[in-house]
């Protein structure tokens, strides 16, 4: 089973989001912030992040980066 994780911080885009890709087939991974976004993707090595770029405390363009990195 293929993992997606999904950093987002509105609770309704990740949860839609979370439900329309677990009906697909998809072991889904969520996170509200940067932060826990690179903590989880580090963790949990997925095929697919789904990147909010406009996160609290780490914006997505430095999750990207440090992912990268």
Do not use: C, F
């Not at 089973?1 to 979370?18: C, G, H, P, Q, W």
């Not at 072991?27 to 932060?35: F, H, K, L, S, Y």
């Amino acid at each position: 089973m293929k993992t997606v994780l999904i950093v987002e911080d509105s609770r309704m885009v990740r949860t839609m989001t979370a439900r329309d890709l677990t009906k697909a087939g998809y072991r889904v991974i969520t996170a509200a912030d940067g932060e826990q976004g690179l903590q989880s993707a580090r963790q949990n090595t997925p095929e697919l992040i789904l990147l909010d770029m406009l996160l609290p405390k780490v914006a997505g363009l430095e999750v990207l980066r440090a992912l990268k990195s």
